[in-house]
Each structure stands twice: as structure tokens, then as C-alpha cells.
């Protein structure tokens, strides 16, 4: 199964005033990679803005330590969201990806 072919939706929680292109409190794009079952790489279709900084690149972690990634692209997952602040390649490990996101959301991913 392809996650990076299927388009995502981020529902935004926090913050609760977000806007996009795509509607109040919405994020769509795709999955770029699954890094493991409780970090992945997301890429939004669109440039966001949150607090001045802007990136089309968000780091996901589950919200609650009993959710994964493991079934995604069959079960909603809620996440906490950072913002990736460099210019993302696919050969980054975890620690490169945590360390140069700013945490911007609180949301729910579904397919």
C-alpha cells in the first residue's frame, strides 16, 4: 500500500482560528514518509503560516501514547504538528526532523 499516492487531512484543534486554502481548520496533502509508527513526514499542498514562520513541511507524533501510525491509511490518528524549518530530504533521522520543527499544531489525520 502507497501512502505517498493517497491525499491526507489534517483537522485542526489548535490553533482553533487556522485558516488555508482549503477551509477553516484543514490541512490537506500527502505523506512523504513514515519514519516509524510514531513520527512521520507530512507535505501540505499549500505554503502554511503559523506565528511568521511559514513551511509546506510538518513533523506528525501521535498526541496519545497509545495511537501509531501503524494503520493509517485506514484509521484517523490525532497528532501534534511542528513546522519543519529547513529544507526536508528524505535522508534525515528522527533526531534531525524533531530537532528543527517548531511545534504549531494540535489535529486529527484521516485519510
Do not use: C
Not at 62 to 78: H, L, Q
Amino acid at each position: 500500500m502507497d501512502n505517498n499516492k493517497r491525499t491526507y487531512t489534517i483537522t485542526i484543534a489548535e490553533p482553533w482560528d487556522f485558516e488555508s486554502p482549503d477551509g477553516k481548520n484543514i490541512i490537506k496533502g500527502i505523506i512523504l514518509s513514515i519514519v516509524n509508527s510514531y513520527l512521520l513526514v507530512f507535505k501540505a499542498n499549500y505554503l502554511l503560516n503559523f506565528e511568521g514562520i511559514s513551511g509546506d513541511v510538518l513533523i506528525l507524533s501521535p498526541r496519545f501514547k497509545d495511537e501509531n501510525f501503524e494503520n493509517i491509511a485506514t484509521k484517523e490518528v490525532d497528532v501534534n504538528g511542528g513546522l519543519f524549518l529547513d529544507n526536508y530530504s528524505k535522508t534525515y533521522e528522527e533526531s534531525k526532523l524533531k530537532e528543527n520543527s517548531k511545534f504549531v499544531l494540535i489535529g486529527t489525520l484521516d485519510r
